[in-house]
Every structure is written in structure tokens, then in C-alpha cells.
């Protein structure tokens, strides 16, 4: 978007590299009991449908290390699994077959054991991520956890002790790391992450914050610390957390890596706020339009708009769209009135225009084609 | 936030400063007919419980013109008249009292007009704001309304239009003006805000996306756009657009300031994500907590965590909060551990600190007193 994406040594997580020039993915984490193989595997599939690259699962028990074995199988997905302490459960997930741990080297006090992880997930291709929690790091014992402590503070320990778990697994020669830093508020995450950056090592990052909270506030302090990180290059893997299922994490976090593409790259909406100068009923509309369009796969923007004032003007650069008025409204393609129809009609026309397209494209798709930009011949 | 922010010279709007060192203040935008008075000022009434501090409202008819005199006398917050093509109208609200016009002099043509508008203005010490949308700007003939058009000269057409209608008021000696350029898309909102930003002039932008949609999506680009923008030092006032009402536009606006400020500087509540580990009901929990620490005014921070292995570690930071656990969990204040309560206990222990907090503190407000920061005494 403005600066350049930083230079990183990509790692591969079960065939979805991270890293280097690929695209930045996408990550959730289920929310079941990993022991409960089948709720955990169908979490996993509602999240891969709603287009997650790579799942987390967390591994605090013998019970979801022995789970494991069968949700690696099942998995449609990549799987990460997040280990806290214990050793003899990270053996077990790579065992397992995991495509990456989750997993800070200096939480595990006896150094053999870190040096048979690391051995065994070399030996298996698995990378390994460091995340460090600002909650969750070493601090001054005079500092009762991070009260009083200013954001450079702070920062300053979050890459400190990330820099301590890299070491150690450089020590051992591993070097398939990706690293997180996170915090529960955007100015510690983005200054955290911009502080690691500015290093000049080469080690992927991966971008979120820690207990973001309830989905609409957390949806806006996701969109804002991964939006200024991600337009400024840093971040190469993203994982929204909400207090909500994986996949409305996942939709989050595909919004908002669509949101830093060319709006003329994907399927848009674009709708007017409704105001006063507001003739049809818009919100229900809108609704339905953007329902539509989730199966359009083409980069068409549509537009919605309440009134005539905005509605040509501004509307009538979308490919195709709708604008209300008084009792009828008009249906325009290209940028020009295609017509003047009752309101009652308007928005079923614009609908079945999207039906006809979204079928088109997945028969292309079907067909191993390539996809129009815009409208194509329709 | 790393920025610093773009020297402007100030410009007031019915008593809110917008520019210079004010703060960033919050608008919206009526959704009503202007012409229904009563329900009208219902709208800027909630939308200021929300805490706006400026609201716009359309004034397209004589009969909305007329309406606005009774609307100017009966709204708790300063007025925006939107006017689009009708000088008699910007008459017409100047005389109603509004406290800032939304006006594109360049889009009336008769320049006689224009004269007497800004003179009305200048002498009610109104200022204007000149709003830049990118599907309503003159383009070349050539290309069909932007389509096929690339960001950078969208991005140049909208700089262009900006310093057209400046100009029109700068010879006429009219400088209180402040600065809008919207696009239906983070991209080129940013950039357009960017690049009117490098030019050096001083009038305060007004930032905002237009049309940006159903308030989820729509939040996320919002976020997106104006956190970049004001992480750069860009952005002197804001409005959130979206399809939804104006106490959510407003929510949705104040959020996004409040991530800009540091955690420590107000009430934050952090939630770890539910997963694996999880071993309480946390969504409702959370639900409930976030609307008690709506009455607390201090800037405190409150977690609520899932379970014990985040929860101690990752929670305890917080001034006090909650960890779940199988049957019980812990209740925490100043990081140490002031009660182990079972399950059912945990969350009214929580609400009622709260609610002590949030009496203290509209005690204190009310006495005139400054607030303490973190828990104080409690």
C-alpha cells in the first residue's frame, strides 16, 4: 500500500507458505475441547469453508495430544498446535502430525527436551512459532505486571523476550520460525511489531492481538492494528481473535486483507449511508445484495444507492447497480440507465443480474477458466 | 501515534474546534427527512447520548430549510447543513443558524451566488466544508466514470476537485474551510488524504469513507482507513458512515479514537478468545461486563479470562478481573488474587466493583473533581 512488504525467509506450514512473496493468509483457532475430536474437526471444516488457510488447536492435555492423531487426519486445513509448558506434549503433536508448533523454547525449563523438539519438528519440516503475550512476559519484579509501565516498556520486553526465544532455537540451528507479538490494545501490538521489524531479521511475522474482545469492538481494534501494520508492510499471517466462533474471525480478517487490495481486484458493495434525502428502504436491500454477492467470484462493483442526488453520481461508476426514488427507481449496467423500473422490481432485477453472474463464474471456475474483470459480456 | 499530526490552522464549528491541537472530534449524520422536525432532532438527540459532537443534516427542499430553524433551536449539538447544487438553500440554513455548511462551490454556477454565500457565512462566522466524493467529481470524458481508471488518478482528479472549490472560496477571501475526500474504499481514501496532506496547505481534513456499507464490514473499513490516517498524524475530525444509525456511527467513531490513545488513558476491557482451554461461558459474561464499565468513567483496565493458564497470567496486568476455572474461578485486583468464588459468584463480584467504580466516579464528575487513574482507594 505505501511501504514495501519486509524482506522475510518464507516457512512452509502444511503447504501454505508464510513469508517471502506469498500471499498474506489467514488463521483462526478452534474453541472446542480438543479432546472432543468431532466438535473440533467441525469447527475446523466451518472454518475452512469460510476460507481460513490454517487452523490452531490447542494442545494442554494427554487426552488432545491423543486427539490430535485423528483431527490431523480429518483436517481439511493446516493445523498449529499451541503448547504452553510441557514438553512431552509438543513431542506428541508432532507426532501427530502437525503442520507447525506454537511454542516459546524458553517456557520449557529443561534444555534436552527443547533440543528434542526442535530436532523432531526439523526432522518433520515443521516450523515453529514463538508468540509472545504482552500479559504473559518476564517483567521487573518492581512493576507489578505491567501496571504503571509506559507502552516503550512494555514493547521493549515484548521483543526482548521474543529475541531470547529465537535464540535459543537458533542455538540449536533451527531456524523455521515465524514470530508473534501481540497485546490486548492496538498502539502496543503496532508498536511492538514495528520495534521487531525495525531488527532486520528475516523471520515472518504473524499479526494479531491478544483477547481482542466482543466481535464489534473487535473487529475495529483487529482492522486498525493489522490495517497500519499490514499498509506499512510488516505482517505476513493474520489471526483476528473475538470472543465469537472461527469463522467470523476469518470473515474479519478476509475483510480486512480485501480492504489493502485494489477495490477493482474483488467483488464489491458499495451502498449509501441513507440519509434524509432516503426514498427506498435500504438496509434489507443491502443485505440481500451483499448476501448475492458472496458467490460472485469476479471483481464487479455494485452499488446500492438510497436516492437519485448521490445515486447516479455517485453509484453509477459500480459496474452495475440499483438507486431509488420516488416509487421507481433506476437499473443501471456500465455506467449507463439500463432502466426505469417499479421499486418493487429493482432490487429482484439486480438480484437475478448476480445470480446469472455468480453461475457464470463458478462454471468457469468449474472449467478451470479464467474469470472476467467486471461485467465481461454480461 | 507515530506521526505527528498535520499542523492546521483551527476552524470552529458552533463551539467544537476542528484542527490545530483540538481534539479529534466525532460526527454523523441525520437519516431522517429533514422536514420531520420531531424526529429528526430524536435522531441528533441519540446520536449526542452516543456522544457525537457535531451532526450533519441534509437540507435538499425549502421545506427542510424551513424545517432547520426549529431543528437548530431544539439540537443539543452544532449543525452541518448539507447543500448540493441550491444557493438559496445555503441561504436558507445560514439563516436557520447552522453552525458549518457541507458546500462544493463550484458546483453552483452562478458566481454571484457563491460571493453572497461565503459573505453570509463569514460574517455568522460559519465555516464551510468542502467534501470530495470520488464517484461525483468531473473525470474525463473518456473513460466512463472511472472505470478502468487507476487509484493514482482517482486519487489526482479528487486533489484536483478539492483545490478547485478551495480556490473559488480563497478568492473570495473565505478561509475558515476544512476538507473532506471520500472514496468507497480504504485504498483510495487513504491515499486521496495523503496526498492532499503533502500538498502544505492548513485546513483541517474531515475523514471519512463513503457508502462504506452494513455497519460490520463497514466498521472494519472505517477502522482501517481512518486508523492509518490518524496513526499518520492525518485526520482532524471523523465520520463513520454507515448503513445503520447514527448512535452506531458515532459508536463505531469513538472506538477508533479511543484505540488511538494509549489503554492506560481510559476504561478497557480485555477477553481472551475462548478456546480449548475454555471452562466458562464467557460470551454473555464479557457481554455484561462491557456495558457495566460503560458508566465507569476512570481509566481502568477489566479482564475477563476464560480459564487459568491465560487467565492469571495474561489477566493479572489488568486492575481486576476474572478467571474461570472448573466449578470456580479466581476474582483479581492489582494483580494479586483477592478471591477464590465459585462459579456463579464470579461475575456479580465483578459487576458489583463496577458498579461501586461507576457511582465514585459520577460523584466526582459531578462534584467537579478529578478522577482517579486505575482503581484509586476501591
Redesign the interface.
Known sequence: ??GERRATVPINVGGVVIGGAAPISVQS??????EDVAA?LREIEAAAEAGADIMR??C?TKE?GTALKEIVKGSPLPLVA?I?YDAPLALMALEAGVACLRLNPGNITDADKVKDIAAEAKARGVPIRIGV????IPGRKDI????GES?DETVDRMVAAALHHIRILEELDFRAIKVSLKA?????T?RAN?AFAALGNRYPLHLGL?????P??G???S???L??LL?EGIGDTIRV????PPPL?VK?GK??LA?????QSRP???????????EIN??PM??KV?AALQRVKRPITV?V?GCV??GP?????A?MGIAGGRQKGIFYK??KVVATLPEEELLATLLHELDVIAEEDAALIEAGKPLPV?LGDS
Open positions: 500500500m505505501s483457532m478452534t474453541k472446542t475441547q480438543t473440533t488447536v490447542t494442554d488432545a499451541d504452553h503475550n504482552s500479559g504473559s507489578a505486571r505491567g501496571r507502552i490486548s490494545d492496538v498502539l502496543t503496532v514495528r491478544t483477547e481482542a474482545g466482543p464489534e469492538t473487529s475495529i481494534k482492522a486498525m492494528a490495517g497500519i499498509a481473535s473475538l470472543v465469537a474471525e474479519v475483510e480486512i480492504n489493502l487490495q485494489p477495490a464489491n458493495l458499495i451502498a449509501c449511508p441513507t440519509c434524509g434525502r432516503l435500504m438496509v443491502v443485505q451483499e452499488s444507492m442526488v448521490n453520481g455517485e453509484g453509477m461508476h459496474d456500465h455506467g467486471g
